[in-house]
């Protein structure tokens, strides 16, 4: 949350200091960085494109491309995502900047459907320096793991998971993905066996997984799927008989 605010202070100061006449509708950089700290995305993603409007040739240009990419990601639009991410990059980032976009450009190949390119960008952000990743390793690993999960390659998506963190902000999440070599739908999480038992026996298909974790966890989960769609699907349909919270792992 740090380096977002200080890029996006960058992104006004840079916005104030265009020379004469300065940048047009400043304004909306600073709407939309309000809104993207709000989490209101779609919001923010409109402004920010509508400064680009105003002001194409920015200094900043790529560094707003990239904030507009995220806003995008984060309403759940990766088709414009990957859009907005393709113009950062194709406006000669600073270093740090491109492999951020790299990286969540690749994340949003992956949302996509496209876990080909999302390997092949994964790939390009783990091969450059360290110094210029502006994302934190556990978070690289576990999106890297998601996309070979994707992929259908079980045994290189394991191997990124296990080195995540176990005390990390993302180690909730690869203790629950852990050991899986197919794709299922998670219903609940429950701290004692007894519960998820229960709750599994009123689920259609429902199983109880143990999920590692200093506190005793147990999932519920219906069927074992080959495919993502199938098991998308199958999570479409819990969801439209009741289980609202229903969702495909990993």
């Known amino acids: 949350m740090r380096w977002i605010a200080g890029a996006l202070s960058s992104i006004l100061l840079a916005a104030s200091c265009v020379g004469p006449g300065g940048a047009q509708n400043?304004?909306?950089?600073?709407e939309a960085e309000k809104e993207y700290l709000a989490g209101r995305y779609?919001?923010?993603?409109?402004h920010y494109e509508a400064f680009l409007a105003d002001n194409p040739g920015?200094?900043?240009g790529a560094k707003i491309r990239l904030m507009a990419g995220k806003c995008h990601l984060g309403a759940g639009r990766p088709d414009l995502a990957?859009?907005?991410?393709?113009?950062?990059?194709?406006g000669q980032p600073p270093a740090?900047?491109?492999?951020?976009?790299?990286?969540?450009?690749?994340?949003?190949y992956r949302l996509a459907g496209q876990a080909d390119a999302a390997l092949e960008g994964f790939r390009a952000v783990g091969a450059a320096p360290e110094a210029d990743r502006v994302v934190t390793s556990d978070e690289f690993r576990y999106e890297w793991a998601q996309a070979f999960f994707r992929a259908g390659e079980w045994k290189?998506?394991?191997a990124q998971l296990a080195a995540v963190s176990p005390n990390g902000p993302y180690a909730e999440?690869?203790?629950?993905?852990?050991g899986l070599t197919a794709f299922t739908v998670?219903?609940?999480?429950f701290g004692t066996e007894a519960q998820a038992r229960s709750a599994a026996a009123r689920v259609p298909g429902g199983a109880v997984r143990p999920v590692p974790a200093e506190s005793p966890r147990y999932a519920v989960t219906a069927g074992s799927f080959a495919r993502y769609d199938d098991a998308d699907r199958e999570a479409e349909r819990l969801r439209r008989l009741g289980y609202r919270d229903a969702f495909v792992i990993p």
Request: proline share 2%; charged share 25%.
């Open 156 to 158: 290189a998506g394991q």
């Open 58 to 60: 920015h200094p900043e």
């Open 26 to 30: 400043r304004m909306f950089l600073e």
């Open 173 to 178: 999440k690869a203790r629950s993905r852990l």
């Open 186 to 189: 998670q219903v609940g999480s």
């Open 42 to 46: 779609s919001q923010a993603a409109g």
């Open 96 to 108: 740090g900047v491109r492999v951020e976009a790299l990286f969540r450009r690749s994340v949003a």
């Open 82 to 90: 990957i859009a907005a991410f393709d113009k950062s990059l194709a």
